[in-house]
């Protein structure tokens, strides 16, 4: 079945405490984004890549890092968590050389930062 | 990226009626697509518009892509409990690439 994995689905954790969110997906699609999104303000793209070793800041990339050295993996790093980065988190993926190119997005993990 | 204007915010409605919402931007967007989410789930595309002016259906659902390339509506007909959830809008300058989202509309149906 196509699809995009996070992991985990909900995560608590404390302030300054590095944690990681993964993100995988089985479709051999070159772009790949992370998105928050928070109550009132819809979805944000915090950073995207799009192929191997290429990544890119999105609208909200403060406090994130990514990396992208194989092509089905986008994990998203925050080094130290800070309260303000509780929030629901997408990872999607797509492949703009197919003439539909419609992102698919994974089940999202919600982060709370104590 | 730009935020676009999804209006309305929420609507509660009866089953049975009909659902209009629309987004509207300040620049050109060169693909509009509409997600819905439920609780609990990713967003899932409704639809996909990749032409100025189309008009595209997908069962209830139709949706156009404004003639300015900055606007686009969604209408549901005859809704239905399980319409239920937020439905977002969004903007693509290069088809596939990063998506500029509304804030969504949340739509309850009430039997």
């Known amino acids: 079945e196509a699809q995009v994995t996070q992991n985990p689905r909900y995560l608590i954790t404390v302030t300054g405490k590095k944690l990681t969110v993964t993100c995988s997906q089985n479709m051999n699609h070159e772009y790949m984004s992370w998105y928050r999104q928070d109550p009132g303000l819809g979805l944000r793209q915090i950073y995207y890549s799009m192929n191997v070793e290429v990544t890119d800041k999105g609208d909200v990339p403060e406090g994130y890092k990514v990396s992208r050295k194989e092509k089905r993996n986008f994990p998203l790093i925050l080094e130290s968590p800070s309260p303000n980065q509780t929030s629901l988190y997408f990872c999607?993926?797509?492949?703009?050389?197919?003439?539909?190119?419609?992102?698919?997005f994974g089940p999202g993990t919600r982060l709370t930062v104590l | 990226g730009q935020q676009l204007n999804q209006s309305p915010q929420s609507m509660f409605i009866q089953e049975g009626e009909d659902v209009s919402m629309n987004c509207t931007s300040s620049?050109?967007?060169?693909?509009w697509l509409w997600y819905k989410q439920e609780p609990g789930e990713g967003p899932v595309l409704l639809i996909a518009l990749y032409k100025a002016g189309e008009l595209t259906s997908n069962g209830r659902l139709t949706a156009q892509f404004g003639i300015t390339r900055k606007d686009s509506f969604l209408n549901i007909s005859a809704s239905i409990p399980s319409d239920v959830g937020i439905y977002f809008c969004?903007?693509?300058?290069?088809?596939?690439?990063?998506?500029?989202f509304g804030k969504g509309t949340s739509l309850l149906v009430t039997p």
């Open positions: 620049s050109i967007f060169n693909t």
């Open positions: 999607a993926s797509s492949s703009p050389g197919n003439s539909y190119n419609e992102q698919f």
């Open positions: 969004a903007g693509q300058r290069i088809s596939g690439y990063a998506l500029n």
